[in-house]
């Protein structure tokens, strides 16, 4: 039996699901959000939710939409101009969720996170028992940094890569069964001559999988593959399988849920 194929047969048997969506799969260049590719995952994960599966979202985005809608073209550099347009691209962005969620008749529920919360143990349990209530509710959790009041990390650049980070010890907090991290690629590529070609399963991130990624990040994200490979690694440690794919293409998400050959997988370290 192929190892991938081996793998991918328990994903449909994931029960608890954590989908990461990247600033560029749902940001148009300005920083708007684009109603049309999130409608398309809004109604995929309505699919599943469907299903049986429980759903829980983190997403990126609100400094980008919060840029476009002050007329502001490159990411700022002071900390105050990025809560700044933290604040204002937050509320667009969960207006947007709103309402795409509510043509599926499902209630949502906002999620503002910073790094404290899991360093603190009685921060971690309080996030961990809101998280499990509102999944209890049949309420989806839409998860997000607080940039408006992590004043010291932004300082620092010490951020959640784009909520790599963030999905992945969200992921452990609740023991997601399954996390999905949506990006502009196919997953993780390997460079064959002039072609780059799609990693289908990765045991074991290392060294040598580290080399073959370029860390980077666009004016409107902090992510890049590496960002993505490093949660990986915090998700899997915890027995979380991770798949890595592409965000934009069509049925991405229900494909991976469904065990198809999409995406990166990085399977749990209980797998």
């Known amino acids: ?110 999620v503002l996170l910073t790094h404290d919360d899991f360093d603190h143990r009685v921060r971690n349990a309080n996030a961990k028992r809101t998280l499990e209530h509102l999944i209890r509710a049949n309420v989806i959790p839409i998860i997000n940094e607080n940039d408006v009041v992590a004043d010291e990390e932004l300082k620092a650049g010490f951020t959640f890569g784009d909520n790599d980070y963030l999905a992945a010890l969200v992921s452990k907090l609740i023991r997601a069964d399954l996390l999905v991290i949506l990006s502009t690629v196919d997953g993780v590529l390997r460079t064959e001559g002039s072609r780059r070609r799609r990693i289908p399963l990765i045991d074991k991130i290392g060294p040598d999988i580290y080399k073959l990624v370029n860390p980077g990040a666009s004016a409107l994200s902090k992510g890049g593959m590496d960002s993505k490979l490093r949660a990986a690694q915090i998700a899997t440690r915890a027995g979380c399988s991770v798949v890595i794919g592409h965000g934009r293409k069509k049925d991405t998400l229900v494909d991976i849920v469904a065990g198809k050959d999409v995406g990166t997988l990085i399977p749990g370290a209980t797998l």
Do not use: W
């Open 1 to 110: 039996m192929n190892t991938d194929y081996k793998h991918r047969q328990f994903l449909p048997e994931s029960r608890r699901i954590v989908v990461k969506i990247g600033t560029r799969v749902i940001a148009q260049r300005t920083g708007r959000p684009d109603q049309a590719r999130m409608q398309c995952l809004v109604s995929q994960i309505a699919a599943l939710r469907r299903k049986g599966y429980e759903m829980v979202v983190v997403t990126s985005g609100a400094v980008g939409a919060g840029m476009e809608a002050l007329g502001i073209r490159e990411r700022p550099t002071e900390v105050a101009d990025l809560q700044m347009c933290a604040a204002v691209g937050q509320a667009r962005l969960m207006t947007a969720y709103t309402k795409l969620f509510m043509a599926y008749k499902i209630r949502i529920g906002q």
